[in-house]
């Protein structure tokens, strides 16, 4: 029999205790070991089992409850806990000392909304996929212990991602847990009358779509979750949040919809209810929540009398937007008779014009519909997740830019980090020394004792990697039972992998690019690395295929039948369902992280961060964080075979040296031990790593940067553009009408290099520009003109360019004098821009006249 409905009964919790049901719905528990601790001390075994505080309450017998509720030391305990939490989420941090030293509170937002569509904060709360949702689950917590004022936002879904098991031929096998709300840490956020506060977000055919909102507090930060499985909705309706990821183009569109319309009313009644300041800026992680963006736009238009333009600047001023894809095809796109579906009809966005909504999303296709476009022409400011990735999106998103040079294209990067307490092993914390919540935020990496011995550290190393070995051996069993074998031919798992061997970790989503079987391209060398006699490895696989990807659950196949081969199974494995609770044992355990992605196909990559964070080293083709972090001792770089575009002969060659590395350097390093059997030089690696890599990994260096380079110049911008009843918006707009009928016949009609003396030119000469510029009714200050002088080759493209600013010297002539900066042949150009005080950045209208 089958239940028509699910609900959750909790536990009746005594008086004396009641604190620990706001202890267990914090999820600030997930990094805080001393709760956790207390959690444990009520029954270590139960705590062991099931890892999650609320669930405790729930299963833990009442008779238990009672004898806690009588013990005046757990009582202590539990009230200085609580006293702790308390201080935690309102005690000045970062942030606050930030507002108190710059003086100009104006320019520091009172509120941070962060949009994304998944959430990866535990799996206590199964709300995530992958390295986009855990990276908005650390960037919350971060956002926390720093004390930034941020509010999270995304959809809840009732059945999560997917659970992944295995067939017996080894494909992937895709299953749907159903998850009640109130069974998670989740508190309903209600009106005062006690009813449920409900979003109403317009579909066509004059229907509504509901959702209420659940709250989870992820340390000081709150984080909204829309649930549209309400009485109300018509059934489709009711399973727009059924599960991430799933579903085709007009499931997706609904999702996005109600992430980033419904999210923002979401906000906006969250803030009403609590007192919470209403956020001024507001970052959308990837484009899926866009229309957050369209959401202001209604606001403005109908609480005055702007026009469009005028909202669109008030908008764009306020908006971050994160880039997370390499490639086109990663990119979110509809069609436009979808989005037109949805938008035409007016209702979804009143005063918003459907067809200047199309042309925000506009692409090469007239036919679709681009979300990273939309979300790029509605925020004035955007970053890739690394540097390299930064390059590449420049070079990606050019065309919406013409006339610039990939490298001024305005998308800078920001590199991601990964939040050290939630993944750093709790006995590397205590033996490196440093706080559970600070470990590694040191700039210098001087935070690490200086008394740790080698012997102390390989001895931990070793302790952490016989954890993973067992847990190794427990999932492993319990595939094979899932895949139908039968215990008594299972005894040989109890013999996979050994605490003393070489051990290698390769865990991530499987879409080709990554190559999940890049070490399957010569399986004769891959065995004989596995079974070397004096220098083995072992190796444990895991991941996860989208459902859709038939080519993704081939590669797992794959490579599942090779690890089924008797004669290597004890040496190597693939283990199922891939999560945060097994991420936690790969990276603590683990000697080496592999990563193998097609270069520079990796926008970022942050699981070889955390496995850093705990001693491991990084084995990884130079893409993502990777490109930027490798230094030549903290880990090895696989050489890619640039120029090679055969894809088959390029994963042949990149395969063997991966093959090499392992066998003629890592695996002998690991093995070279001293007379007190500790490898030296592997140890020497560990520590740079630590020291180097520690610090710059951190989710706090990564919320700094987005605070100091983002939040608070888009907090400016928003007050200059809102002032005086957006005085700001009107004057850009208008300004950006002018530009757009002056610009045709804006012209540099000469230019002149003159050269001072007779001496021949060398470096550091100064020489001048002078330019005569036809401005077609603008004013000078309406321009930036600048001189461009760099480095030439066979054709005249500059490169190694300095650019020069040219103020007026007479009417429609604007000179400067520069310092010639480089050696052989040079040339130059002049270049006029549009100038404006509500700019980020010249560039940033796409509009550049050249001779």
Known sequence: MRAVRRFTVHARVPDQLSGLTALATNLRWTWHPPTRDLFASMDNALFRRIRDPLRMLTVIPAARLDELAADAGFLASTRAAIEDLQRYVTEPRWYQRLAADNGDEERVPEAIAYFSLEFGVHEALPNYSGGLGVLAGDHLKAASDLGVPMIGVGPLYRAGYFRQSLSLDGWQVEHYPVIDP???????????????????????????????IWKASVGRVPLLLLDTDVEGNDDDLRGVTDRLYGGDADHRIRQEILAGIGGMR??????????HPQPTVFHTNEGHAGFLGLERMREILGAGSLTFDEALSAVRAGTVFTTHTPVSAGIDRFPVDLVQHYFGDGRLLPNVDPRRVLALGAEDNPGMFNMAHMGLRLAQRANGVSALHGRVSRRMFAKLWPGFDDAEV???????????????????????????????HDGDGSGIDPNVTDEQLWALRRELRTNLVAEVRRRARDAW???????????????????DVLTVGFARRVPTYKRLTLMLRDPERLRALLLDEDHPIQIVVAGKSHPADEGGKALIQQIVRFVDDPAVRERIVFLPDYGMSMARYLYRGCDVWLNNPTRPLEACGTSGMKAALNGCLNLSIRDGWWDEYYDGSNGWAIPTADGVTDPLLRDDLEAAALYDLLGQQIAPLFYDRDAGGVPQGWMSMIWHTLRTLGPRVQASRMVREYVESCYLPAATMVALASADGYAGSRSLAEYRTRLDIAWPRVRVRDTELIVEGADSLVVGTDVRVRAGVELAGLSESDVEVQAVVGKVGDTDDLHDAVTVSMPPSARGVF?????????????????????????????????????
């Open 182 to 212: 109130s069974g998670l840490p989740l508190e309903l956020l209600t009106e005062p009358s006690g009813e449920p506060v409900l979003v109403h977000v317009a579909m066509p055919g004059r229907r509504e779509l509901r959702a209420q």
């Open 266 to 275: 979401a906000v906006r009644r969250y803030c009403e209810l609590t007192g």
């Open 410 to 440: 305005p998308i800078r990067s920001v590199t991601n980090g990964v939040h050290g307490p939630t993944w750093v092993a709790r006995e590397m914390s205590a033996l490196l020394g440093g706080s559970d919540e600070e470990w590694g």
């Open 481 to 499: 039972l899932q895949r139908g074998a039968s215990a008594l031919e299972l005894g040989w798992t109890e013999r996979i992998f050994d605490p």
């Open 815 to 851: 000179e400067t004098t520069l310092r010639l900066p480089h050696a052989g042949a040079l040339g130059y150009t002049v270049r006029v821009l549009p100038r404006h005080g509500l700019l980020a950045t010249p560039a940033e209208l796409g509009k550049v006249v050249l001779p």
